[in-house]
Antibody, heavy 121, light 107 residues
Framework: EVQLVESGGALIQPGGSLRLSCATS????????IHWVRQVPGKGLLWVAQ????????YYADSVKGRFTISRDSAKNTVYLHMGSLRVEDTGLYYC??????????????WGRGTLVTVSS | EIVLTQSPGTLSLSPGERVTLSCRAS???????LAWYQQKPGQAPRLLIF???YRASGIPDRFSGSGSGTDFTLTITTLEPEDFATYLC?????????FGQGTKLEI
């Protein structure tokens, strides 16, 4: 069974840093793209970043470029989102998600339960 | 970026009814790379439809998607009690991929 489990969310002050983790199981980790997606009540879903199976290709939303870094550790089957220079508008529930098969990067068939990041002073 | 507008925002219906939800894109969606998700409170989205009209694994055939270019629809032929949820569309044909604001189906 495919599983994705996020962790690392916290209450943090503006300007701070945080690392989110997405631990995966039930599939060949290096074969799949993994994405981070943020959800804010009343504002819908926002795609944040993605990384390919080999970890040599990454893409970011303009709003996080230069502040967030996505990475993966194949020994731990885990994807990370390093979040820096956090802003109030980065607040939300962060999901990691995986496409349905190895041939595509999108859309998202498998999701975790999310981890909550609150940026506030 | 492509803006997706879903309508209506909320729809009040009864089990057994048929419903059609709309998702309109501000620009043409490349390759009709349009997906629909169902989301219930406290849960992650669930993929229903990809490529505008292909049902994801395990999705009942009462769900169907259609459309092309800028206008897409999700149809549920006979509403079951478990179908009352929020439905979101997503375009993944052009970076950055974007989501609509959702349509909430309520009893």
């Amino acid at each position: 069974e495919v599983q994705l489990v996020e962790s690392g969310g916290a209450l943090i002050q503006p300007g701070g840093s945080l690392r989110l983790s997405c631990a995966t199981s039930g599939f060949t980790f290096s074969d799949y793209w993994i994405h981070w997606v943020r959800q804010v009540p009343g504002k819908g879903l926002l795609w944040v970043a993605q990384i390919n199976g080999g970890a040599w290709t990454t893409y970011y939303a303009d709003s996080v470029k230069g502040r967030f870094t996505i990475s993966r550790d194949s020994a731990k089957n885990t994807v990370y989102l390093h979040m820096g220079s956090l802003r109030v508008e980065d607040t939300g529930l962060y999901y990691c998600a995986r496409p349905p098969n190895t041939a595509v990067a999108d859309p998202f068939e498998h999701w975790g339960r999310g981890t909550l990041v609150t940026v506030s002073s | 970026e492509i803006v997706l507008t879903q309508s209506p925002g909320t729809l009040s219906l009864s089990p057994g009814e048929r419903v059609t939800l709309s998702c309109r894109a501000s620009q043409s969606v490349d390759n009709n790379y349009l997906a629909w998700y169902q989301q219930k409170p406290g849960q992650a989205p669930r993929l229903l439809i990809f490529g505008a009209s292909y049902r994801a694994s395990g999705i009942p055939d009462r769900f169907s998607g259609s459309g092309s270019g800028t206008d897409f629809t999700l149809t549920i032929t006979t509403l079951e009690p478990e179908d009352f949820a929020t439905y979101l569309c997503q375009q993944y044909g052009r970076a950055p991929q974007t989501f609509g604001q959702g349509t909430k189906l309520e009893i």
